[in-house]
DNA sequence: TCAAAAGTGTTCCGAATACACCCATGC
DNA sequence: GCATGGGTGTATTCGGAACACTTTTGA
């Protein structure tokens, strides 16, 4: 696959052999963001296996040689998930030289926003246990992980106001002030519940269901759903969503 | 300097040896943007050798061994430019399979915002040619660097809005129309004069200097710099900058 | 004196905020 | 009834947009 030719795409000046710069292995970490209980939580895996046996980390693995950056982080999520069609951005890669102690390994950072309710994570021979974290509330971890889930989360914390990405994170029927509950999470801040209610509807971007909670000891709140259709037509012509 | 230990970091599902994964080449690609007569630029290179012989291409490198990403991309920018502490900063990571015709190689995307008034880029082995181009005038460019403009270009509107980094296109000393300008040639938007005025002095972050222009068929215009320190001490405090 | 850009002030409008109040349900 | 959260209306404030106007320089 690895055709040599030494002068091909680099600079002149060092003397290296071609063959020196192709020992770069490949990884994808995906931290996995959830919410329950009006708090933000991520998914952490208990590793099985040396180095940082026992330790928690933020799930992940080496890219396949014949796969995109991409669909390794797909098939990460949906290993761990069993969830297809999650949503997931890549953010930013890491690569310090001595960031993994096996060898000289880049890695690729990924966040990705689940509805909890509707699966459980499973533990598998490579991960002891797999646990949701509150986000304040988070675990000592291997590698550089803590640097990679803390910069998840500020990116996270931009995108959230500018796309509207929040309903990712609740069942495909939600109530307004479920939403608000995601975004005070997420945002570690309070919104004023009339205030916040007129904006959401103002954006025209959530469809009232002819639906309503059920079995709650107080008036039943009315359920809505996220258009999807009606932003992405709107996006086109350069409308945006700001919170 | 690669251990191996086929258990480690990766899903058991696959059977490939270890060193299956240790084969990626990685190289770090720099957008360099400029701004001359009300307009954005971005410095490419002619490529002086194969593949893509004679093609323009975006400035980039493999990253050596021993080198960390970031050290890799500001090596790449003083080589080419010959100034130091440019600002610059990793936005995406591009690694589709058949990216590379020679190989596995990911690339890591930089852009980098540079004053093009003191310094004159150079030739090299490995490029025959450098030269500004027009945001708006681009020539067509080898392997999926059209991509990686586009995204950098994206990326840099998104980022502009919320941090002041448009002073990093103008000299120290600028008058608030060329600030002005630069905000219009990076957003393709055009503002009013005063009103820019009115936003950009009520931020507090430009100083004004005992100092004006001279030569100018008209009144002189006050001279300013950007406060870095201010800004720095302001961001702790979570206030920050929205255009 | 004229052109060209610097620089100031004022009005208007809409969005964000603060907050008071009423409604429906389970117990 | 009453506790709980759902849901609405209004008054006020603040910032942005529009735009008219004055100032200073070189030629």
């Known amino acids: 696959m690895h055709k040599k030719n030494p002068d091909i795409y680099f600079l002149s000046e060092n003397n290296l052999p071609f063959s020196d710069f192709l020992h770069f292995g490949m990884s994808t970490d995906c931290v996995i963001f959830g919410y329950k209980d009006k708090s933000l939580r991520v998914l952490l895996i208990q590793?099985?296996?040396?180095?940082?046996?026992?330790?928690?980390?933020?799930?992940?693995?080496l890219v396949y040689p014949e796969e995109d950056l991409d669909s390794s982080a797909d098939r990460i999520l949906q290993h761990l998930t069993g969830l297809?069609?999650?949503?997931f951005e890549q953010f930013h890669t890491f690569g310090r030289v001595d960031r993994h102690p096996v060898g000289r390994v880049i890695t690729v950072g990924y966040y990705s926003l689940v509805r909890t309710d509707n699966h459980k994570p499973v533990a598998s021979t490579w991960a002891k246990e797999v646990k949701w974290f509150d986000i304040n509330e988070l675990p000592p971890l291997g590698f550089d992980h803590e640097e990679i889930l803390q910069k998840a989360l500020a990116n996270l914390r931009k995108k959230v106001r500018t796309e509207p990405i929040g309903f990712e994170l609740l069942p495909e029927k939600f109530t307004l002030l479920e939403l608000q509950g995601v975004y005070e999470a997420l945002l570690n801040m309070r919104f004023d519940k009339p205030n916040f209610r007129k904006k959401i509807l103002s954006m025209d971007l959530v469809t009232p269901l002819n639906e309503v909670e059920s079995n709650v000891a107080h008036r039943p709140a009315k359920l809505f759903n996220f258009d999807k259709e009606r932003y992405d037509a709107r996006k086109k012509n350069e409308i945006s969503f700001e919170l």
Chains 1, 2 share one sequence.
Not at 84 to 87: G, L, P
């Open 47 to 61: 590793r099985g296996a040396e180095p940082y046996l026992d330790n928690w980390a933020i799930p992940g693995d």
């Open 84 to 87: 297809e069609n999650i949503y």
